[in-house]
C-alpha cells in the first residue's frame, strides 16, 4: 500500500522521530522518507541517525512528497500550513498529529477541498509499540483512511473513532506515556526507599508494567479480574491498594486524563 509512496514530514520533533524510527523498523525504507525541519542540528541528526532525506523547506517536502505528515507544535500550525498551502496539490492526503486541531480548522486555513486525516499517536511509536486514534476529516477518501491505517499499524495498534472523541484521546494515550513513565519512576523510587538498587528497582518496575499491560491485551479480561487475582485475602495487595485509594490514586489519574482532554479542547480553539 506504501509501494513507492513518499512519506514528508513538516517538523522533524519527538513525534515525527518516533515515527520515522518506527516506519524504518517497520520496512519503510529511508530513501522513502523527508522531513522539513528549521533547526540545522536537529536536521542533521535526522539525517545521520535515520538516513532520511532532510530539508529547511517546507514547500519542497510538501511538494515532492505523496503523503504529508504535519508533525509541528500547534501554535504554529497556521503560520507553517499558510506558508505551504500554495504546494499541496489536493491529490495528496495530508495527516495531522496536533494536538486540539481540527480537521475543520486545517480545511480552513488551506484552500479548495484539502483531504485532511486526523490522527493522534504516541511515542512508543519509537518501539512500534504505539497507540495511535485515526479521524477522518470532510474530504479525505476511504483510501486516505487504510493508507493512514497502515501507517500508523507499522508502528503499533490503531483505531479508527469519531473526531468528537480525539482530544479524550489525546487526554488518554497521547499523553499518557508521560503518566506511566511517573508512575515507574515512583515505583522505583519507593524500591530505593526500601533497599534496592536504582537499576533493580527501574527495572523491576518497567518489566511490571510491560508484562501486566501484555496480560491485560492477551487476555482480554476486565482489569479488576487479573487485579483480584494478584490480591490475596489478608495479604500484601490489598495492604498496598487501601493506601493507594486513601492517597487518591484512581481520582489523580482520572483529574490528569481530565486535564489534558481539556487542554486538547483548549489547543483547538486558539
Ligand atoms: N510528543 C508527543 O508525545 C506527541 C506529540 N503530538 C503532536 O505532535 C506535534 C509535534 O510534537 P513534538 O514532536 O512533541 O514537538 P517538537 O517541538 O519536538 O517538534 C516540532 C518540530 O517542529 C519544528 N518546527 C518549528 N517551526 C517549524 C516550521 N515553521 N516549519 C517546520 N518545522 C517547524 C520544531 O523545530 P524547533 O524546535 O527548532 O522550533 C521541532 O523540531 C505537536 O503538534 C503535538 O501536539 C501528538 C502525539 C504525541
Ligand atoms: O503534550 C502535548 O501537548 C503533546 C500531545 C500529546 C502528547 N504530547
Redesign the pocket.
Known amino acids: 500500500m506504501l509501494k513507492d509512496k513518499k512519506i514528508g514530514f513538516?517538523?522533524?520533533?519527538?513525534?515525527?522521530?518516533?515515527l520515522i524510527k518506527g516506519l524504518l523498523a517497520g520496512g519503510m525504507p529511508a530513501k522513502e522518507l523527508a522531513v522539513?525541519?528549521?533547526?540545522a542540528g536537529?536536521r542533521e541528526f535526522l539525517r545521520e541517525r535515520y538516513g532520511v532525506n532532510v530539508s529547511n523547506d517546507?514547500n519542497a517536502v510538501a511538494a515532492d512528497c505523496d503523503v504529508i505528515i504535519?508533525?509541528?507544535?500547534?501554535q504554529?500550525?497556521s503560520?507553517?500550513l499558510d506558508?505551504i498551502k500554495g504546494s499541496i496539490s489536493p491529490d495528496k492526503p495530508i495527516i495531522s498529529?496536533?494536538?486540539?486541531?481540527t480537521t475543520t480548522a486545517i480545511e480552513a486555513m488551506l484552500s479548495g477541498t484539502p483531504r485532511i486525516v486526523r490522527v493522534?499517536?504516541?511515542?512508543p511509536a519509537l518501539v512500534m509499540e504505539g497507540a495511535s486514534a485515526i479521524s477522518k476529516g470532510a474530504h479525505a477518501t476511504g483510501d486516505d483512511i487504510s493508507l493512514t491505517r497502515h501507517i500508523f499499524e507499522l508502528v503499533g495498534k490503531a483505531w479508527v473513532v469519531e473526531e468528537k472523541l480525539l482530544d479524550a484521546v489525546?487526554g488518554l494515550s497521547?499523553?499518557g506515556?508521560?503518566y506511566v513513565l511517573t508512575f515507574i519512576e515512583a515505583l522505583s523510587d519507593a524500591g530505593v526507599k526500601n533497599g534496592l538498587s536504582r537499576d533493580i528497582a527501574t527495572g523491576l518496575a518497567a518489566q511490571t508494567v510491560f508484562g501486566t499491560a501484555r496480560l491485560l491485551l492477551e487476555t482480554r479480561e476486565h482489569p479488576a479480574v487479573l487485579r483480584d487475582k494478584v490480591t490475596s485475602p489478608g495479604g500484601t495487595t490489598i495492604a498496598g491498594m487501601h493506601a493507594l485509594e486513601k492517597d487518591g490514586f484512581r481520582s489523580a489519574v482520572i483529574n490528569g486524563v481530565d486535564a489534558a482532554t481539556a487542554r486538547s479542547m483548549e489547543?483547538g480553539k486558539k
Open positions: 513538516i517538523g522533524g520533533g519527538n513525534m515525527a522521530e518516533a522539513a525541519e528549521p533547526a536537529r517546507n504535519l508533525s509541528v507544535k500547534p504554529v500550525c503560520e507553517v506558508g498529529i496536533l494536538a486540539g486541531i493522534m499517536p504516541n511515542t489525546t497521547g499523553s506515556p508521560a489547543l
